[in-house]
């Protein structure tokens, strides 16, 4: 698996493309090829996941000015979060699983955050809605669902310096080393 990224995204319109065009072109060795596969991009299953026939697997997140994009030969999702304020205990009393929502009360916002992009890594992943309410608990190493082992793991944030970001990668099947 192999991540791409940029600190200094500025949400202009096409740039996410353009990004996704030059980490193509540098995954593959050709300018032409990662402008081809940008343009032959499809949007697979009812919640919109993006995917090229017959390309490896890739996922792209971006918060404010961080754009990121995994790719590699297993199912992943990635997820970027910058740390922000929100009513964290109300959230995570909505959205996450028993285990998860003691987990936050116990350790405070940076574990809420940290559960946030690991939940959104294995949806993205899945395919999943955002929404989704049947997703298992992401407090361990890997989650089981439908014969198969999705392994999750948070990236210390090597793009940033100050504002806290989170970042979190989840990939089906297989643990490899993230480059």
Known sequence: MVLYYTNKYTQRRGESRELLQKAFSLYTGSELVGK?????IIIRGKNGKPAIEEFDEFSVSHSEEVWAVLIGNNICGLDVQYEKCV???KLAKRFYNEDEEKSVQEKGIEEFFRIWTRREALIKALGASVISTDIPSVLGKDVKIDGHTYYLSNIEN??????????????RDSIQNIK
């Open 87 to 89: 009513q964290y205990l």
């Open 36 to 40: 081809n596969l940008v343009e032959s």
């Open 158 to 171: 090597p793009i940033t310096e100050g504002k806290k970001l989170y970042i979190a990668v989840c990939i």
